[in-house]
C-alpha cells in the first residue's frame, strides 16, 4: 500500500486546511497546537501530517519528504517553486504583500526612481523584485518576525510585509503605501509522487478543488 505524508504549518493553515481535509475524509488524531508532536496519524493508517515551519513546507515536499503540503504564495515566491506542482489556489489564509511606512512618511518621495531607500522583510526575493522593477536601489535588511517594529526604532525607511485586517500596521502607527502581490495559500504537490502515487493523490486534489469556498 502507497504511503502519503502531507506537510502543514501549525497555527492558521492548520486550521484552515481542517475543513478541506475532512472533505477529503482524512482527520488528524492530535491537534498540533496542544501536542509536541511533529508527525501526526490521522484516521487512515497509510496518511501522516508532518508539522513544519510554514516557511519549511515547500522544502519537504520538494525534497519528496513529504508528497504534498499547504504554502502561502508569499513562500512560494521566496522558495522559487523547484520540484513543485501547484495545481491549486485554496484561497485560504488570504492576506495582501504590502510595502509599509510610518504614519507621516513621504513615501512618494523617498522611493523616486534612483533613490536609496532601507527595507526591513523576510521576504528578501519579493521586496528586492518589487524596487527593482521601480527602479529604486534598495538595501534590504532580513527579519525572521516583527517587522513593524523596524520603522519605529530606524533600522528601516520601509517594510514589506502581510497585511491582513490592518491591524498591525495602525497599532504600530505605520500606512500602507503600495500593495505588491494577493496572497492566499496553495496546495503543492512533489512532482515524482504525482506521478509514483497518482491513484491517492488525485482523488484528493480533485476534492480540495471542490471543497474551495
Ligand atoms: N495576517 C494574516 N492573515 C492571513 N494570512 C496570513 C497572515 N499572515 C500570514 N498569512 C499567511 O499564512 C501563512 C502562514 O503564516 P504563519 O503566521 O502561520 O507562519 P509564519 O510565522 O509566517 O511562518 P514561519 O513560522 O516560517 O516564520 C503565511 O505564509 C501567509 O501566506
Ligand atoms: O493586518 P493584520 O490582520 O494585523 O495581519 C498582519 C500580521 O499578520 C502576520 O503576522 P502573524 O499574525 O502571522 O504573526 P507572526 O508572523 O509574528 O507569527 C504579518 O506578519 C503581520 O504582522
Redesign the pocket.
Known amino acids: 500500500m502507497n504511503h502519503l505524508t502531507i506537510a502543514l504549518s501549525k497555527g492558521r493553515i492548520f486550521d484552515e486546511t481542517l475543513p478541506l481535509l475532512a472533505a477529503a475524509d482524512i482527520v488528524p488524531a492530535e491537534n498540533p497546537e496542544s501536542s509536541r508532536k511533529l508527525i501526526i496519524e490521522t484516521n487512515h493508517d497509510n496518511i501522516r501530517l508532518v508539522i513544519v515551519r510554514a516557511s519549511d513546507v515547500p522544502t519537504y515536499v520538494q525534497y519528496g519528504a513529504a508528497d504534498f503540503g499547504i504554502a502561502g504564495k508569499d513562500v512560494l515566491i521566496e522558495h522559487g517553486g523547484e520540484g513543485l506542482y501547484q495545481p491549486l489556489d485554496l484561497k485560504i489564509a488570504a492576506?495582501k504583500m504590502m510595502v509599509a511606512v510610518r504614519e507621516g512618511f513621504d513615501y512618494q518621495a523617498a522611493a523616486q526612481a534612483g533613490s536609496r531607500l532601507r527595507v526591513a522583510t523576510k521576504y528578501p526575493n519579493i521586496a528586492a523584485a518589487h524596487f527593482a522593477a521601480k527602479g529604486v536601489h534598495v538595501d534590504i535588511i532580513k527579519l525572521y518576525?516583527?517587522?513593524?517594529l523596524a520603522p519605529l526604532v530606524g533600522l528601516s525607511d520601509a517594510i514589506v510585509?502581510?497585511?491582513?485586517?490592518?491591524?498591525?500596521?495602525r497599532a504600530n502607527r505605520l500606512q500602507a503605501v503600495e500593495h505588491i502581490v494577493d496572497i492566499s495559500s496553495r496546495l503543492v504537490v512533489n512532482k515524482a509522487a504525482l506521478k509514483t502515487k497518482h491513484d491517492l493523490i488525485e482523488p484528493i486534489i480533485q476534492t480540495f478543488a471542490k471543497a474551495i469556498v
Open positions: 492576506c518576525g516583527s517587522m513593524e510585509d502581510l497585511v491582513s485586517t490592518g491591524s498591525t500596521l
